[in-house]
């Protein structure tokens, strides 16, 4: 298996939902990735896991709350989102975080916030 | 903070044309990735960059690092409409990937 699955692949949320995105990779990678993406823009790094463990944080906003339950998933719970918080969210995954490996994207999940 | 410049910002060109796109770190980089996304689609891996100097050829894509490992070039020979997407390069700084803006190229027949 050498790809990350998210889900959903779209959301359509209201300010005042809770929703969560999963990201699951079966390559036995170490360094998981949030991204947010604008369209037209480059994926502008979220949060990063290595080894299940949160290693950065970009000053993202408390309504995003990242899990990392085991080395194979990564969640992204969302609270009380903004409308400008609709993107594209991707995941990715990386052999180790130590940043020497290229990263694998998942297909996003496309995040509507009414 | 680091910042990787890229550019063109876009560019048009007719199919069987040249396409190169360039990317500038304000620091030094320890490797440097390149990555397409198709319209509608995720950023998918083309290939890493770490020696200086180093130069990789990919079928039509050609990738250069620069001797100060400060800048990088895709170059893509006799562009076909497959070849439409936007290329994003990535500067690896410490545990993070520092992406360009992207070169959006788009191909007429």
């Known amino acids: 298996d050498t790809e990350v699955t998210q889900t959903p692949k779209h959301l359509v949320m209201g300010m005042t939902n809770k929703k969560s995105l999963k990201c699951e990779q079966h390559?036995?990678?170490?360094?998981m990735y949030w991204y947010k993406q604008k369209a037209k823009k480059p994926p502008e790094l979220m949060f990063v896991?290595?080894?299940?463990?949160?290693?950065i944080n970009e000053s993202v906003p408390s309504r995003f709350s990242p899990e990392c339950p085991n080395s194979s998933l990564l969640n992204l719970h969302l609270h009380a989102l903004q409308p400008e918080d609709s993107a594209l969210y991707l995941c990715?995954?990386?052999?180790?975080?130590?940043?020497?490996?290229?990263?694998?994207f998942g297909p996003g999940t496309r995040l509507t916030v009414l | 903070g680091q910042q990787v410049m890229q550019i063109p910002q876009y560019q048009h060109v007719q199919e069987g044309e040249d396409f190169t796109t360039y990317c500038n770190s304000s620091t030094t980089l320890s490797n440097i990735q390149w990555y397409k996304q198709r319209p509608g689609g995720h950023p998918v891996f083309l290939i890493q960059l770490v020696k200086s100097g180093e130069v990789k050829k990919q079928k039509r894509l050609t990738f250069q690092f620069g001797e100060a490992k400060k800048n990088s070039s895709l170059h893509i020979t006799a562009t076909q409409t497959t070849d439409v997407g936007t290329y994003f390069c990535?500067?690896?700084?410490?545990?993070?990937?520092?992406f360009g803006k992207g070169t959006t190229l788009s191909v007429s027949s």
């Open positions: 990715a995954s990386s052999p180790s975080g130590d940043g020497w490996w290229w990263q694998f």
């Open positions: 896991y290595s080894y299940e463990k949160l290693s």
């Open positions: 390559m036995g990678h170490r360094a």
């Open positions: 990535a500067g690896q700084a410490g545990t993070a990937l520092i």
